[in-house]
């Protein structure tokens, strides 16, 4: 799932520029039994199943570096916004746990002293999708993968905003027409409507971004 995210759009081109290195780590590599065991029963009963412990710790303690974060995906962890990529995002090395089933021994959480962290409060069949959002909304804000000078610095949540309206080519269409201060060609006029539109619109949408 992951390599096919990777392969494409900015992704593609922040590795292309070496800005990025992605790896990709199976857990059943790291299993001893001839069936390639990640998973077990939990003790004290219960529905489910519970990846175990040791694959993880071997196949995160592969590559890990002294300087690595370690995130475990999980529903219960700290929630995920654009201040977090920002932090990541000047981070050398992240290493992401996807977990699965039931959940992930306890401790793992423990002795990698993981972070947990999750995208919503909402149940994903595992944490694959989760660890590529966090990866997208990271990497686009490395220097150079969107291109444009500051280009990342205008988008939704950068100053707990969300993003102005945009419009292109043509004017008009079906009735409905380009604001005229963007037609102005008055660039001060410009940018003084744009903040006031993400404030309007944050103050309609997101209230809670505003903090006031």
Excluded at 53 to 71: G, K, M, N, Y
Excluded at 120 to 129: F, I, K, S
């Amino acid at each position: 799932m992951l390599d096919g995210i990777f392969g494409e759009s900015m992704m593609k081109r922040a590795v292309g520029l070496g800005a990025v290195t992605f790896r990709t780590i199976d857990l059943r590599d790291f299993t001893t039994d001839k069936h390639r065991t990640t998973d077990d029963r939990p003790y004290g009963g219960g529905p489910g199943m519970v990846m175990k412990a040791d694959p993880i710790f071997q196949a995160v303690e592969s590559v890990r570096t002294p300087h690595a974060r370690i995130l475990l995906m999980s529903p219960q962890g700290r929630r995920f916004a654009q201040s977090m990529a920002r932090e990541l995002s000047a981070e050398q090395h992240v290493i992401l746990v996807c977990g699965h089933y039931e959940g992930i021994d306890e401790r793992v959480k423990i002795g990698l002293n993981a972070e947990e962290v999750s995208i919503g409060d909402y149940v994903l069949t595992n944490g694959v999708l989760p660890a590529a959002v966090i990866v997208d909304a990271v990497v686009r804000l490395l220097p150079g993968v969107l291109g444009g000078e500051g280009a990342a610095e205008q988008e939704s949540f950068t100053e707990n905003l969300l993003d102005c309206p945009h419009y292109t080519r043509p004017e008009e269409y079906r009735g409905m027409k380009v604001p005229e201060v963007l037609l102005s060609g008055d660039h001060g006029a410009i940018r003084k409507w744009r903040e006031a539109e993400a404030r309007r619109r944050t103050q309609n949408r997101r209230p809670d971004l505003l903090g006031d």
